[in-house]
């Protein structure tokens, strides 16, 4: 919620990382891009569009409004695709 994450965007801010791209060089290495566009997590993201359409959730929402509405079913969507994709933040 505090946008500050182990990814390269967070890390470029704060000068350990060279840059903020993520290796897939389609965006910034932010938990956004991770979890709705990066090409490298696309199988795992199926799941999670199958998983939250199931429960009557909307792909696509801002990770932060999840966080900041404490919307645990969405959450552990979320959380399933991270650990499935061995995504670390």
């Keep these: 919620m505090s946008n500050h994450y182990g990814l390269n965007a ?3 801010r704060i000068g350990l990382a060279e840059d903020n791209k993520c ?3 389609a965006g910034y290495h932010d938990i956004e891009h991770i979890v709705w566009s990066c090409k490298e997590y696309l199988p795992s993201r199926a799941q999670l569009y199958d998983s939250l359409r199931a429960g009557g959730k909307q ?3 801002p990770v932060r ?9 969405y959450l552990l969507c979320l959380y399933t ?3 499935s994709a061995d995504v670390r933040v």
């Design 59 to 61: 792909p696509g929402v």
């Design 65 to 73: 409004d999840v966080l900041a509405n404490l919307d645990v079913p």
């Design 10 to 12: 967070h890390l470029f």
């Design 81 to 83: 695709f991270l650990k």
């Design 23 to 25: 290796a897939c060089g």
